[in-house]
């Protein structure tokens, strides 16, 4: 048996972040990040829409990028102290994994992390709240999806949290929020959501449920990411749209190892963070070459190629095809080819390689992957991936 899960309520369009006045409850706690929701008004807009609904509103603000377990402590004590029905996080997918997070703390004030990084571990939710999200940038989908990204700054290493119980009760996906969004980030959260849905097509766990998601979402990022990239505000649109697709296809099939890999690397260089939008695109055409020697990946990765109109005849020829055009998007979007171009330092990588290793093989991605991996091969292929040089095994 396999099971299908999304927030009950999907809102989209220009405007609808209003929705929020609908909500019904007598508080809500909006957990926000770093500053840019307030600075375009959108902080103020969810307070009054709250407000109007009858409640009383606390505000959680400065949420990291990749944000950390003392950050998800900190909130769930205001929001035990609080007492919200109502959890609601406005922005990108940091304050929405934080505030997903905190909502277990929230309600289970003894759980440990250690045992929510169990996937699909979590005590039963809503006993006290219920979730609402509204996503600021086009990739992560956090909003429809059962996972969280917490890093440990202690140990360098993020970890995904997966459980049905923390798909948001209500997304909220609003074009709006994300028409000021820098080119940069653009680019970046692009490549996530092109990510997701590949990875979901190929998942173990993909089904009929979840492969016309990933297909139409693979389909609008190529077609609307450069034009998005370029400024394009209906492009912007449509691309806040397929990011939320992908989610819903990934939520459901699970990923693989390309975010296993960014998930243990994203923190682990002295040299500075890898954004994780950003990992996913340069890992993304190895992996495929990678798990392509497995003959039904390679049968799923034609059919990716050849829906999309891509030029190719044979399963090689179409994979082939595949992975020219994501390059070519790094390429375009102006994102490194490998580690080595990113700026990680060659001794450090080195040293570094055999522990990242292990702990993408042991990350909770890995085991939705078409092909097995094994720390000797995610070494080798972490490799290819910093040298830029071929995947032939």
């Known amino acids: 048996m396999s099971r299908f899960t999304l927030p009950r309520d999907i809102y989209h369009g220009k405007g609808s972040l209003a929705e929020l006045k609908n909500l019904k409850g007598k508080k809500a706690i909006l957990v926000v990040g770093g500053g840019s929701m307030k ?5 103020d807009k969810a307070v009054s829409y ?3 609904a009858g409640m009383e509103v606390q505000v959680f603000e400065g ?15 205001m929001m035990r102290a609080f007492e919200p029905d109502w959890i609601v996080s406005m922005g990108g997918g940091s304050p929405i994994d934080a505030a997903k997070a905190m909502w277990a703390f929230y309600e289970y004030p003894d759980v440990t992390f250690e045992s929510l990084c169990i996937p ?3 005590p039963e939710l809503r006993q006290k709240a219920k ?5 600021s940038t086009s990739g992560t989908a956090t909003e429809v999806t059962a996972f969280s990204v917490i890093t440990n700054y202690q140990t360098g290493v993020k970890y995904p949290l997966a459980d049905f119980n923390i798909t948001p009760d209500v997304a909220i996906v609003d074009p709006d929020l994300v028409q000021a969004l820098p080119a940069k980030q653009v680019a970046y959260t692009g490549m996530d959501a092109l990510t997701h849905a590949v990875e979901a097509y190929v998942s173990t766990l993909s089904g009929p449920f979840t492969d016309p998601l990933a297909l139409q979402a693979i389909e609008m990022v190529l077609d609307y990411l450069p034009a998005s990239y370029n400024g394009n505000q209906t492009a912007r649109e449509q691309m806040h749209y397929a990011q939320c697709l992908a989610g819903m296809a990934f939520s459901n099939a699970l990923l693989g190892i390309v975010h296993s890999m960014a998930h243990k690397t994203g923190a682990a260089f002295s040299t500075g963070h890898i954004p994780h939008g950003c990992a996913n695109a340069i890992y993304l055409p190895y992996v495929i070459r990678y798990n392509a020697k497995d003959p039904i990946a390679a049968g799923r990765y034609a059919e990716i190629a050849r829906r999309m109109g891509l030029a190719g005849t044979s399963q090689q020829s179409l994979i082939n095809s595949l992975c020219e055009k994501i390059s070519a998007f790094n390429k375009a979007l102006q994102i490194p080819a490998t580690l080595q171009e990113f700026g990680i330092q060659e001794s450090e990588f080195k040293e570094k390689l055999s522990s990242i290793a292990e702990l993408a093989v042991g990350d909770a991605c890995t ?3 078409p092909r097995a991996v094994t720390p000797a091969e995610m070494e080798r292929l972490l490799t290819c991936t910093y040298y830029g040089t071929e995947v032939d095994f």
């Open 50 to 52: 709250l407000q109007e």
């Open 63 to 77: 949420v990291e990028p990749d944000p950390s377990v003392e950050t998800v402590i900190k909130g769930a004590e």
């Open 131 to 135: 979730f609402a999200a509204i996503p």
């Open 367 to 369: 085991g939705s992957n």
């Open 39 to 43: 600075r375009q008004g959108f902080l």
């Open 120 to 122: 699909f571990n979590f």
